[in-house]
């Protein structure tokens, strides 16, 4: 890892030499990052939270990815979604991959959208503070990154890559892996606590 690396990306502990942050290493498919562009922008309906809208951008004939200047974040909304801006890979439970700037993350269990919150937490009247207790385990940085986000099936989101999580009461953790459940039975949300059968951690 180079100087230049170390500067933005530092653990609290160093990993293995191996274990560099995934957004550190080289990509082909992401370009220098670009001017930051909106991200609170909302879509109309929960079908467009799906698409790629936000992410690529035309080049000719191809459409290809492209990193915002922004980092990778979680808001944890007590009784609703998780609410992800960044760089982010979406890997669906059956390996389809696409990628997103903005995406709300059901963790109720109820959506029909599934891995994508549909308000669903309304109609169950889903009730969860929103705390956020785990410790960080990594520096924040303010670089652009990536992470990957994977739909474990009958299981949580399994996370790749710098993401800080947090939520308007100043809680935050800081980290480059881990599993958020998705069925709103853990104990320690927003992370899985691999306990309830419809999560096999
Ligand atoms: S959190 Fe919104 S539908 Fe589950």
Request: charge should be neutral.
């Amino acid at each position: 890892m180079d100087d230049a690396t170390t500067a933005y990306a530092k653990p609290l502990s160093w990993p293995d030499s191996d274990e560099q942050p995934a957004s550190t290493q080289s990509n082909p498919n992401l370009d220098s990052p670009a001017a930051p562009e909106p991200v609170g922008k909302q879509p109309e309906s929960t079908n467009e939270r799906t698409l790629d809208r936000w992410f690529l951008e035309q080049r000719g004939s191809k459409r290809v990815p492209k990193r915002l200047d922004i980092t990778n974040e979680l808001l944890v909304s007590p009784g609703g979604p998780l609410k992800m801006t960044g760089n982010i890979t979406l890997i669906d439970e059956d390996g389809n991959v696409s990628h997103s700037n903005n995406l709300n993350l059901c963790r109720c269990g109820a959506s029909k959208n599934s891995p994508l919150c549909d308000d669903q937490h309304l109609d169950i009247e889903f009730f969860d503070s929103g705390a956020v207790t785990q410790i960080s385990d990594w520096m924040p940085v303010n670089r652009p990154q990536t992470v990957t986000v994977t739909v474990v099936k009958d299981g949580p989101l399994k996370f790749r890559g710098y993401l800080r999580i947090f939520n308007k009461r100043g809680q935050e953790c800081i980290t480059m892996n881990g599993s958020l459940c998705r069925c709103g039975k853990s104990s320690k949300k927003p992370f899985c606590d691999s306990k309830h059968g419809c999560c096999s951690g």
